[in-house]
């Protein structure tokens, strides 16, 4: 297992004449063995983030720490022995297409100097781990997309790293397929004792795994914290959206212009009162449901639901405040118009 400490970490590019920040003065821990999530719309600088955990992008400023070890210190071949402990698979599989799915596991093995009967017998513990283990003649070409990424993640393991980073890692795949690799990842968290971190734009995917998360947006974190509490009670605009960026959910809203709209979610404790129903009643005034839904938060089942308010905006603050009361969290959406 390790651990990762980023500090006042900041990196810039050229494009066009024009300085482009693409990070600007992040700082995160990252605890070991940790599922750790880093989320942002496209453009917000969580790929440049995630290569800087291994320096394939170096910074311009900041430091990044692997167990406590300054990767700005080592030297380039210092530096690679250090990559050899940082697993990495991508959206894009990154499979030698010319080779078979046993050959594609060995490869880094080989770069290792692992003799070749040996790195075989370890890639073909590695396909067992991943359930691949009767397509190890089979070519890339041959294979799904989640049976790609499945090799992709074997082939990452194969130095026995106590990282690996996921970037975009199931943007590519359809719901089902990603459900199985998230699960995958989890049980090869659990199993090997492995810290990944997982890049992504996509709030399910943070929620499905991850323990804690960064947003972030224009290159700077703009929100940090348990992916429980960020779910039920998030503080940025950036939040907000990535929460709600779900296609049964928030469509309606936009049409409701005169409407005060507020986001609740449900905690064990308040899941079976009829709270809406109790609203109605006590204030004598509709409330309309304009969206629920159930989701998985680290493994519980957590309901969420978006409420529009009466105009009123003494019974609207007094309704909000009743709900707090009755355990369940609270989010303005957006006011009225």
Known sequence: MSDIEI????????AGGHEIIALNDVSLSIKKGEIYGIIGM?????????????????????????????????????????RRDIGMIFQGFNLLEQRNVIDNVCFPLEISGM??????????????TVNLADKEKSYPSQLSGGQKQRVAIARALATNPGILLCDEATS????????????LLKEI?????????????QMSVITDICTRV???????????????????????????????NKKSSYAPVESLKSERVIRI??????????????????????VN????????????????????????????RSIINYLKERGLSVTEVREGV
């Open 7 to 14: 500090k006042n970490l900041t990196k810039r590019f050229e």
């Open 42 to 82: 496209s453009g917000a600088g969580k790929s440049t983030l995630v290569r800087s955990i291994n320096y394939l992008e170096v910074p311009d400023e900041g430091h990044v720490l692997i167990d406590g070890v300054d990767l700005s210190g080592l030297s380039d071949k210092e530096l690679r022995i250090k």
């Open 115 to 128: 003799p070749k009967k040996k790195a075989r017998v370890k890639a073909r513990e590695l396909l067992e």
């Open 172 to 183: 590519a795949l359809d719901p089902q397929t990603t459900e199985s690799i998230l699960s």
């Open 189 to 201: 968290n659990e199993k090997l004792n492995i810290t990944i971190v997982v890049i992504t734009h």
């Open 214 to 244: 960064a947003i972030i947006e224009n290159g700077r974190l703009v929100e940090e914290g348990l992916v429980e509490e960020i779910f039920a009670s998030p503080k940025t605009d950036v939040a907000r959206d990535l929460i709600a």
């Open 265 to 286: 979610v449900f905690s064990e404790n308040s899941a079976f009162e009829p709270v809406i129903s109790n609203v109605i009643l006590k204030y004598n005034t509709p």
């Open 289 to 316: 449901i304009l969206g629920a839904d159930t989701r998985n938060v680290g493994g519980k089942a957590k309901g969420e639901m978006l409420l529009g308010l009466p105009d009123d905006e003494d019974m609207g």
